[in-house]
Protein backbone atom coordinates (compact mmCIF):
# COMPACT_ATOMS: atom_id res chain seq x y z
CA UNK A 1 0.00 0.00 0.00
CA UNK A 2 3.22 2.24 0.44
CA UNK A 3 4.27 1.76 -3.16
CA UNK A 4 0.72 2.54 -4.34
CA UNK A 5 0.55 5.67 -2.50
CA UNK A 6 4.00 6.73 -3.37
CA UNK A 7 2.86 5.95 -7.22
CA UNK A 8 -0.41 8.12 -6.58
CA UNK A 9 1.91 11.42 -5.15
CA UNK A 10 4.51 11.08 -8.36
CA UNK A 11 0.78 10.80 -10.74
CA UNK A 12 -0.01 13.96 -8.62
CA UNK A 13 3.38 15.72 -9.03
CA UNK A 14 3.17 15.16 -12.80
CA UNK A 15 -0.04 16.37 -13.31
CA UNK A 16 0.43 19.43 -11.55
CA UNK A 17 3.64 20.46 -13.51
CA UNK A 18 2.24 18.80 -16.73
CA UNK A 19 -0.77 21.42 -16.63
CA UNK A 20 0.04 24.46 -14.34
CA UNK A 21 -3.18 23.85 -12.82
CA UNK A 22 -4.24 22.55 -9.62
CA UNK A 23 -7.63 22.30 -10.38
CA UNK A 24 -6.92 20.20 -13.67
CA UNK A 25 -4.63 17.99 -12.27
CA UNK A 26 -7.08 16.96 -9.08
CA UNK A 27 -9.47 16.02 -11.89
CA UNK A 28 -6.99 13.88 -13.51
CA UNK A 29 -5.67 12.58 -10.01
CA UNK A 30 -9.50 12.06 -9.08
CA UNK A 31 -10.07 9.76 -12.19
CA UNK A 32 -7.51 7.43 -10.87
CA UNK A 33 -10.70 6.30 -8.11
CA UNK A 34 -12.48 4.61 -11.09
CA UNK A 35 -10.12 1.93 -11.61
CA UNK A 36 -11.47 0.83 -8.07
CA UNK A 37 -14.67 -0.21 -10.08
CA UNK A 38 -12.90 -2.39 -12.48
CA UNK A 39 -10.05 -4.03 -10.32
CA UNK A 40 -13.10 -5.16 -7.76
CA UNK A 41 -15.49 -6.31 -10.41
CA UNK A 42 -12.32 -8.51 -11.89
CA UNK A 43 -10.70 -10.10 -8.83
CA UNK A 44 -14.44 -10.80 -8.14
CA UNK A 45 -15.28 -12.22 -11.80
CA UNK A 46 -12.05 -14.13 -11.71
CA UNK A 47 -12.17 -15.10 -8.15
CA UNK A 48 -8.16 -13.98 -7.40
CA UNK A 49 -6.72 -13.10 -4.08
CA UNK A 50 -5.66 -9.51 -3.60
CA UNK A 51 -1.82 -9.79 -3.42
CA UNK A 52 1.07 -7.94 -4.37
CA UNK A 53 0.84 -8.46 -7.98
CA UNK A 54 -2.21 -6.79 -7.77
CA UNK A 55 -0.96 -4.06 -6.27
CA UNK A 56 1.45 -3.35 -9.19
CA UNK A 57 -1.61 -3.82 -11.54
CA UNK A 58 -3.34 -1.04 -9.82
CA UNK A 59 -0.17 1.38 -10.18
CA UNK A 60 0.06 0.11 -13.90
CA UNK A 61 -3.56 0.80 -14.35
CA UNK A 62 -3.13 4.67 -12.70
CA UNK A 63 -0.92 5.62 -15.44
CA UNK A 64 -3.34 3.78 -18.30
CA UNK A 65 -5.95 5.87 -16.53
CA UNK A 66 -4.36 9.18 -15.92
CA UNK A 67 -2.64 8.79 -19.90
CA UNK A 68 -6.29 8.62 -21.39
CA UNK A 69 -7.52 11.39 -18.75
CA UNK A 70 -4.24 13.73 -20.03
CA UNK A 71 -5.24 13.09 -23.84
CA UNK A 72 -8.91 13.94 -23.30
CA UNK A 73 -8.50 17.16 -20.60
CA UNK A 74 -5.71 18.31 -22.49
CA UNK A 75 -7.03 18.79 -26.39
CA UNK A 76 -10.11 20.32 -24.46
CA UNK A 77 -8.00 22.55 -23.07
CA UNK A 78 -6.37 23.48 -26.26
CA UNK A 79 -9.52 23.96 -27.81
CA UNK A 80 -10.22 26.20 -25.27
CA UNK A 81 -7.24 28.14 -25.75
CA UNK A 82 -6.57 28.17 -29.14
CA UNK A 83 -9.99 28.11 -30.76
CA UNK A 84 -11.68 29.90 -27.72
CA UNK A 85 -14.50 27.11 -27.47
CA UNK A 86 -16.71 27.09 -24.48
CA UNK A 87 -15.99 24.25 -21.80
CA UNK A 88 -19.06 22.58 -22.82
CA UNK A 89 -18.01 22.71 -26.62
CA UNK A 90 -14.70 22.01 -25.91
CA UNK A 91 -15.01 18.82 -23.54
CA UNK A 92 -17.55 17.69 -26.48
CA UNK A 93 -15.11 17.66 -29.17
CA UNK A 94 -12.26 16.47 -27.07
CA UNK A 95 -14.44 13.54 -26.64
CA UNK A 96 -15.18 12.67 -29.70
CA UNK A 97 -12.33 13.45 -31.42
CA UNK A 98 -10.42 11.20 -28.89
CA UNK A 99 -12.73 8.61 -27.97
CA UNK A 100 -10.84 6.16 -30.89
CA UNK A 101 -7.36 6.60 -28.97
CA UNK A 102 -8.15 5.94 -25.74
CA UNK A 103 -10.48 2.94 -26.89
CA UNK A 104 -7.57 1.33 -28.64
CA UNK A 105 -5.04 1.94 -25.70
CA UNK A 106 -7.64 0.51 -23.27
CA UNK A 107 -8.45 -2.28 -25.55
CA UNK A 108 -4.65 -2.81 -26.60
CA UNK A 109 -3.36 -3.20 -23.04
CA UNK A 110 -6.73 -5.38 -21.91
CA UNK A 111 -5.85 -7.99 -24.46
CA UNK A 112 -2.40 -7.73 -23.71
CA UNK A 113 -2.53 -9.19 -20.31
CA UNK A 114 -5.07 -12.12 -21.23
CA UNK A 115 -2.33 -15.17 -21.65
CA UNK A 116 -1.71 -14.04 -18.24
CA UNK A 117 -4.89 -14.75 -17.18
CA UNK A 118 -5.15 -17.75 -19.69
CA UNK A 119 -2.20 -19.12 -17.52
CA UNK A 120 -3.50 -19.59 -14.45
CA UNK A 121 -0.05 -18.54 -12.68
CA UNK A 122 -0.51 -17.84 -8.78
CA UNK A 123 1.83 -14.76 -9.78
CA UNK A 124 1.05 -13.33 -12.87
CA UNK A 125 -3.03 -13.71 -13.41
CA UNK A 126 -4.28 -11.32 -10.60
CA UNK A 127 -2.28 -8.69 -12.63
CA UNK A 128 -3.70 -9.88 -15.57
CA UNK A 129 -7.35 -9.94 -14.63
CA UNK A 130 -6.77 -5.83 -12.64
CA UNK A 131 -5.24 -4.56 -15.89
CA UNK A 132 -7.87 -6.17 -17.99
CA UNK A 133 -11.11 -5.75 -16.42
CA UNK A 134 -9.59 -2.51 -15.20
CA UNK A 135 -8.62 -0.80 -18.28
CA UNK A 136 -12.09 -1.61 -19.93
CA UNK A 137 -14.06 -0.87 -17.45
CA UNK A 138 -12.48 2.54 -16.73
CA UNK A 139 -12.31 3.44 -20.44
CA UNK A 140 -16.23 3.49 -19.98
CA UNK A 141 -16.23 5.71 -17.26
CA UNK A 142 -13.43 8.19 -18.21
CA UNK A 143 -15.18 8.72 -21.83
CA UNK A 144 -18.72 9.28 -20.05
CA UNK A 145 -18.06 10.56 -16.42
CA UNK A 146 -14.68 12.87 -17.11
CA UNK A 147 -16.54 14.60 -19.35
CA UNK A 148 -19.22 15.65 -17.52
CA UNK A 149 -17.01 16.25 -14.44
CA UNK A 150 -15.19 18.77 -16.33
CA UNK A 151 -17.77 20.72 -17.62
CA UNK A 152 -19.66 20.79 -14.68
CA UNK A 153 -16.02 22.21 -13.04
CA UNK A 154 -15.00 24.78 -15.47
CA UNK A 155 -18.77 25.94 -16.56
CA UNK A 156 -17.89 29.57 -15.39
CA UNK A 157 -14.66 29.71 -16.13
CA UNK A 158 -14.68 30.62 -19.93
CA UNK A 159 -15.94 34.38 -18.96
CA UNK A 160 -13.57 34.20 -16.40
CA UNK A 161 -10.85 33.56 -18.91
CA UNK A 162 -12.24 36.47 -21.61
CA UNK A 163 -12.23 38.56 -18.62
CA UNK A 164 -8.87 38.21 -17.20
CA UNK A 165 -7.44 38.71 -21.59
CA UNK A 166 -9.43 41.91 -21.42
CA UNK A 167 -7.29 43.27 -18.52
CA UNK A 168 -4.10 41.50 -19.82
CA UNK A 169 -4.41 43.69 -23.24
CA UNK A 170 -5.64 46.97 -21.31
Known amino acids: MGALAIAAVMILFILIAHFHRLSIALLIFGSMTFCVFGTAIGVLIQGVD ?8 II ?3 GIIVRNG ?11 NTEKL ?3 DAIYHSARRRMRPIFLTSATASMGVIPMILGKSGLWM ?3 TVICYGTLITMIFLLTVLPVLYMLLFRGSTRKRAINEQLELQ
Open 60 to 62: SLM
Open 126 to 128: PMG
Open 86 to 88: CVR
Open 70 to 80: IIMIDYAEELR
Open 50 to 57: FSMTCTLG
